[in-house]
């Protein structure tokens, strides 16, 4: 158990000074903390249900449906970010 918690901290370690160097480069300097807040709220609460569609699909069609979803969402998401462009 302790292993995969080290792991997850190297993950979040690796990650969410990253998006926070992102959020710091979108906004202006006034308005950092307030979309550093919304982004860590929309992202908890997309967590939140994207955990709760999971665990139904899972109980009620099988590993494979929610494993097949997840493919889905995350392929719809390289293809969205390889087209989208930055100003």
Same mark, same amino acid.
């Given at each position: &158990?302790?292993?995969? %918690?080290? #792991?997850?901290? #190297?993950?979040?370690?690796?990650?969410?000074?990253?998006? !926070?160097?992102? $959020?710091?480069?979108? =906004?202006?300097?006034?308005?950092?903390? @307030?979309? $550093?807040? $919304?982004?860590?709220? =929309?992202?908890?609460?997309?967590?939140?249900?994207?955990?709760?569609?999971?665990?139904? %699909?899972? @109980?009620?069609?099988?590993?494979?449906? @929610? %494993?097949? %979803?997840?493919?889905? =969402?995350?392929?719809?998401?390289? &293809? #969205?970010?390889? #087209?989208? !462009?930055? !100003?």
């Amino acid at each position: &158990v302790l292993q995969k %918690l080290r #792991f997850h901290e #190297f993950d979040a370690a690796m990650t969410e000074g990253v998006s !926070k160097a992102a $959020i710091a480069d979108m =906004v202006a300097a006034e308005h950092r903390g @307030t979309a $550093i807040g $919304i982004f860590y709220a =929309v992202t908890g609460a997309a967590t939140l249900l994207a955990s709760m569609l999971a665990g139904w %699909l899972w @109980t009620h069609y099988g590993a494979a449906s @929610t %494993l097949n %979803l997840s493919a889905a =969402v995350a392929l719809a998401a390289a &293809v #969205f970010l390889h #087209f989208w !462009k930055v !100003k």
